[in-house]
T-cell receptor, first 113, second 114 residues
Framework: TQLLEQSPQFLSIQEGENLTVYCNSS?????LQWYRQEPGEGPVLLVT?????EVKKLKRLTFQFGDARKDSSLHITAAQPGDTGLYLC?????????????FGTGTRLQVTL | EPEVTQTPSHQVTQMGQEVILRCVPI?????FYWYRQILGQKVEFLVS????????KSEIFDDQFSVERPDGSNFTLKIRSTKLEDSAMYFC????????????FGQGTRLTVV
């Protein structure tokens, strides 16, 4: 069974602070995706990382895929209240014609003024 | 922008009743999925569907569950005899290609079994 553990589970910070969310697994994934989920809505994709060691930037968000493709991190610089939400990592795996996402446990971020 | 749409947004049903959750994937997508999220828990894979057949299903997806693509647009999840523990948000997702392509998720159907 593939598992993805995220840490921390909850994070409450003030506007302007930096933060890092970690996503760790004992399994290797073909790619890893980060989603953001608002209450009562479906996950919305932020980024996909594919290559071990890959770094992708999306404005103030920096995503990194571990060299062994088992872990990833999300770093937010100068957090804003609009960053508040649930952040999910998800590992993609493929078997024959089947593919699926294994989601992490989630990190709930609250950014206050 | 194309999106995955799910209906209804909220369904309340009595234990033992059958429910059908409906999804309209993005029109040129070929791979379809159902996931569920029990309140306060992580999103869990239920089933993947390609070329009019199930390609993979999880342990959760037992004989009470079935999926169907009855026409060219709809993708449905049926729960034959609902249990209290089936209460969850159910998300439909679709992808255009097989590997490393974005999965688009619908807004979800909140199923409440009473």
């Amino acid at each position: 069974t593939q598992l993805l553990e995220q840490s921390p589970q909850f994070l409450s910070i003030q506007e302007g602070e930096n933060l890092t969310v970690y996503c760790n697994s004992s399994s290797v994934f073909s790619s890893l995706q980060w989603y953001r989920q608002e209450p009562g809505e479906g996950p919305v994709l932020l980024v996909t990382v594919v290559t071990g060691g890959e770094v992708k930037k999306l404005k103030r968000l920096t995503f990194q895929f571990g060299d062994a493709r088992k872990d990833s991190s999300l770093h937010i610089t100068a957090a804003q209240p609009g960053d508040t939400g649930l952040y999910l990592c998800a590992g993609a795996s493929y078997t024959g014609t089947a593919s699926k996402l294994t989601f992490g446990t989630g990190t709930r971020l609250q950014v206050t003024l | 922008e194309p999106e995955v749409t799910q209906t209804p947004s909220h369904q309340v049903t009595q234990m033992g009743q059958e429910v059908i959750l409906r999804c309209v994937p993005i029109s040129n997508h070929l791979y379809f999925y159902w996931y569920r999220q029990i309140l306060g828990q992580k999103v869990e894979f239920l089933v993947s569907f390609y070329n009019n057949e199930i390609s993979e299903k999880s342990e959760i997806f037992d004989d009470q569950f079935s999926v169907e693509r009855p026409d060219g647009s709809n993708f449905t999840l049926k729960i034959r005899s609902t249990k209290l523990e089936d209460s969850a948000m159910y998300f439909c997702a679709s992808k255009q290609g097989f590997s490393n392509t974005e999965a688009f998720f619908g807004q979800g159907t909140r199923l409440t079994v009473v």
